[in-house]
Structure formats: C-alpha cells, structure tokens
C-alpha cells in the first residue's frame, strides 16, 4: 500500500504528478497558461511557490505550505482548511477543462498526486535544480534557460512576480552563485529513483 506524505502548514513540498497512463497533459501553449492561471487561483492563497516546471506529460512544484495563521489573515471568512483539496480543485478544473476542449472524458491525472517533504535547504536547493533541469533531462532544451515553461526564468528577470524569487536566490547566496550552480551539469539519478516518477 502506497504511503501518502500529508501536507501540514509551514512545511516545503516538492510536488509532482503525470498524465494518466504517461498521457499529454500539456497539448499546447494555451494549456501551460490555463493551468497556471488555475494555480494561481486555487494555490497561491495556501502556498508560496519557489520552483516550477510544466512539461508535456507531466509537472514539478516546489511550495511552502502557509501557516495557518498566514492563509486565514487574507480571508474574509474562518473556514476549515483542507491542503490536499486545493491541489485537487486545481487538477480537477484543469481536467474539466481538457476534457471539453479535447473532446476527453475520464481521469487526467494519476492519484493521488505525488508530494515529498523537504526537511533542509541542501535538499531545497538540489530540487530547485532538479525542476529547472528536468526540460534538459528529457531533451526539450541544453540549458534551463531555453524553456519557457519552469521558473528559471523568472528567477533571474526582474519582473513583478508571486514567485519567491528572493527566498530562491537567497538560498544560492546570490543571482550570480544560482547562475553558476544552474550552469554545471549534474546527475540527478538518486533524486529520480527516489522519486520514481
């Protein structure tokens, strides 16, 4: 029996899932963009997001859960939170979406979603890397910063963003020290049999 990791507010995740079957889940430009404006909605006011990566069958996440106390100061309303559920809202609208606009029916996505827990900042950083690096490792692209849909680029732009952006490149000491570390190829083998995805 596959052991769920709960999500428990204040704690990093990394968060990843796959189209049912290793389906498509991203079919075109559009698609990365709805789902984004749908994390947006259904994410944002549960989680910080410090890393992400939208590939054709499949995506990576890196969030801080909120406090409790930092997801009920931006609420009207003290209604009992479940974490889990906003992820599920977010995969179900989007799979509705899919579903009418691709003449589909049924499941996208595999269940339950995948999530690990990241107990330090080394961990931290390596899957920082491993999401921005993941375009690479399929043959996309030879550098992070060739693919359009991870935040690498928005990690070194300047652009208004909700991306921790500062938190991610305090980890690296500096925007050039993250530059660097993203600059040298590494072997990811442990972390993706770890992940097993």
Known sequence: ??????LEFGNYYHIYN??????????????HEYFLNLYGKHINPIAETLAWCLLKNHFHLLVRIKTLEEIQENKNEFKKIILHQSFGNLFNA???AINKGYNRHGALFERPF???LIHNDTYLKSVI???????VNHG???H??????SSYLTCISEKPTKLKRKKVISLFNNIEDLKTFHSKKENFDS???FLSL
């Not at 029996?1 to 709960?6: G, R, S, V």
């Open 129 to 135: 890397k491993y999401i921005h690096y993941n375009p």
């Open 18 to 31: 796959r189209g049912i079957n290793s389906e498509n889940i991203f079919k075109e430009n559009r698609n």
């Open 94 to 96: 989007y799979t509705k």
């Open 140 to 142: 996309f692209c030879e």
């Open 114 to 116: 995948k999530r690990k």
């Open 191 to 193: 972390l993706e049999n």
């Open 1 to 6: 029996m596959q052991i769920i990791e709960p």
């Open 144 to 149: 992070p910063i060739e693919y359009p849909w």
